[in-house]
Nanobody, 115 residues
């Protein structure tokens, strides 16, 4: 089982990034897939979740209206589209796949929002 993350980097405030999380060894459509983030000195927080079979999505209040989580079942990949980025969005972002039996984590990708 592996989660390969990509798409992080440095962006100016107001800019956009799209994070990708490509899974192998399990089928993302059968898991609740989430993005978490952790800034230096802070606890890891849940950013967005898309439930099994994409029935529901849920977002942290701090990112509602700016971030969108989605899933491409053909590519077995989950995305996080991040728009109108703010300096406070700077963090390490982690992909997570979870069901009643398993809990998988990606290695993290750094997002830095700075002018």
């Amino acid at each position: 089982v592996q989660l390969v993350q990509s798409g992080g980097g440095l962006v100016q405030p107001g800019g956009s990034l799209r994070l990708s999380c490509a899974a192998s060894g399990f089928t993302v459509s059968r898991y609740a897939m989430s993005w978490y983030r952790q800034a230096p000195g802070k606890e890891r927080e849940l950013v967005a979740t898309i439930t099994e079979h994409s029935i529901y999505t849920n977002y942290a209040d701090s990112v509602k209206g700016r971030f969108t989580i989605s899933r491409d079942n053909d590519k077995n990949t989950v995305y996080l589209q991040m728009n109108s980025l703010k300096p406070e969005d700077t963090a390490m972002y982690y992909c997570n796949g979870r069901n009643s039996l398993f809990d998988y984590w990606g290695p993290g990708t750094q997002v830095t929002v700075s002018s």
